[in-house]
DNA sequence: TTTTGCAAACCGACCGCCGGTCTTTAAATA
DNA sequence: TATTTAAAGACCGGCGGTCGGTTTGCAAAA
């Protein structure tokens, strides 16, 4: 088997179990077993376990970077066009990730994955401030934005745009379908109240900035009632 | 030795354990030989390293409360004045927290305790969020606020007040004192900011949220360069 | 075309150490 | 003295990681 490929399906492997069962619980055996290789195979091409992680998070990071580079390269007539055009891609990202594999991204929500979705939160962060904070450096050079510093301000905008998160965690730990509603309904809220938070942070008129995808809060929501209910609304 | 008093002894050598040397890399080895106590004698106590985390995340949480309650039982003369008593009440506590033991506090945020200090952000932030969503509850029923949601609004708040740990950490990645110095003023902005973002976000008019505290900014920033560098500016 | 040389890929027994258990002992309390 | 509580420490299974040896693929030599 080519390096590469060898690589690649251990990533692949490792990234479903890391998942599903959590950093912390999927032992090398569950890995090696599921590639089909010894231990020996598998360090010849990982130094350690950790390092298998962090090959997992830099694919997620590059696959975020190659998607938002380009938004920087071309030309707007306007710097809100830039920015608008940023968020596009962003809601797209995030919608397209989410849908394609849905039960996968519901399941690294679970509390046993708190220490693994930090690390893959705070590698996608570092991947976006980079590029986003650019974005309002350009709006600062052109008079539309007035800021005191383009790159912390970024960052603030990014931590407000992972916030609907929490009710994800917290609909994942929900004990009956109503309550799984009400905080699903949370989501949705707190995605509309990210755009405005951010719109006025940056000193933008309500309504420019758009995270909400349409229909991310109900996909999300049925993925976790898929996850957590049976067909009579049950709790697994 | 009593019960109780053991419990707290082991409870704190373990908590400067895990902040100096990370939760992982501290073995249970080293906790029974820093509080000279035997495996069955922890044992007997805890049921568990895990359980042990619990216990340090628990006063903090408990520290948090108590501080924190008594806003919500007195009386002021209009919602503005307790929405000010409880930033006062919050930046008091930081501030505290973070002077009265700087270096454990610095510590606390480097690479190899991101996971200890993302379970002890999350215990202060569900602690928080109860007292915060109520003072918010009563703004808008007083009138003086226009959310569509004050949990929401609230748990929003409370992440934006967590944006300049991003710069703690960065700074505590420092490599030279000029990169320290700049990281250093960015933590210092990055309060300001949040201010302005979380009055924004409520609609209220800019400077009622004040979370910068004076000369935290520089305190913390002198606890990271002991950390790191030496008389000399030289990195250790 | 066949042989040879050799590095890259792979194997799996083995190691040290970790968190946690269990049986035993000592002290306190009644 | 009988009973409960606190503490001791030998011991365990299983973890991540190592290491000496084997196989494989392929280019160069014969």
């Given at each position: 088997m080519?390096?590469?490929e060898?690589?690649?399906?251990?990533l692949?492997?490792?990234?479903?179990?890391?998942?599903s069962?959590?950093?912390e619980?999927?032992?090398?055996?569950d890995?090696?077993?599921s590639a089909?290789?010894?231990?020996?195979g598998?360090?010849?091409?990982?130094?350690?376990k950790?390092?298998?992680l962090?090959?997992?998070?830099?694919?997620?990071v590059?696959?975020?970077?190659?998607?938002?580079?380009?938004?920087?390269?071309q030309?707007?007539p306007?710097?809100?066009?830039?920015y608008?055009?940023y968020?596009?891609?962003?809601?797209?990202?995030?919608?397209?990730?989410?849908r394609?594999?849905?039960?996968?991204?519901?399941?690294?929500?679970?509390?046993?994955n708190?220490?693994?979705?930090?690390?893959?939160?705070?590698?996608?962060?570092?991947?976006?401030?980079?590029?986003?904070?650019?974005?309002?450096?350009?709006?600062?050079?052109?008079?539309?934005?007035?800021?005191?510093?383009?790159?912390?301000?970024?960052?603030l905008?990014?931590?407000?745009?992972?916030?609907?998160?929490?009710?994800?965690?917290k609909?994942?730990?929900?004990?009956?379908?109503?309550?799984?509603?009400t905080?699903?309904?949370?989501?949705?809220?707190?995605?509309?109240?990210q755009?405005?938070?951010?719109?006025?942070?940056?000193?933008l008129?309500?309504?420019?900035?758009?995270?909400r995808?349409?229909?991310?809060?109900?996909?999300?929501?049925?993925g976790i009632?898929d996850?957590l209910?049976d067909?009579?609304?049950?709790?697994?």
């Open positions: 080519k390096p590469e060898r690589r690649n399906q251990l692949d492997c490792a990234q479903m179990l890391f998942f069962k959590g950093f619980d999927t032992t090398m055996q890995i090696l077993a089909g290789v010894s231990k020996g598998f360090y010849h091409h990982f130094k350690s950790d390092e298998l962090e090959g997992i998070l830099n694919r997620f590059e696959q975020t970077q190659t998607a938002l580079r380009p938004v920087l390269e030309e707007y306007t710097w809100l066009d830039l608008h055009a968020f596009d891609v962003l809601r797209a990202q995030m919608s397209d990730g989410a394609a594999r849905l039960p996968l991204f519901v399941m690294m929500f679970q509390d046993r708190a220490a693994l979705q930090q690390r893959m939160s705070d590698a996608i962060y570092i991947a976006n401030l980079e590029i986003f904070a650019e974005v309002l450096q350009r709006g600062v050079r052109s008079g539309d934005l007035d800021l005191p510093d383009a790159e912390v301000a970024a960052g905008a990014l931590k407000i745009g992972t916030t609907h998160q929490d009710w994800m965690r609909a994942l730990r929900s004990t009956d379908l109503s309550e799984l509603v905080t699903g309904q949370k989501i949705d809220i707190s995605l509309q109240l755009g405005i938070a951010i719109d006025r942070m940056l000193g008129p309500d309504g420019n900035t758009c995270i995808a349409d229909g991310f809060a109900d996909d999300i929501t049925a009632k996850l209910f067909e009579d609304g049950q709790l697994k």
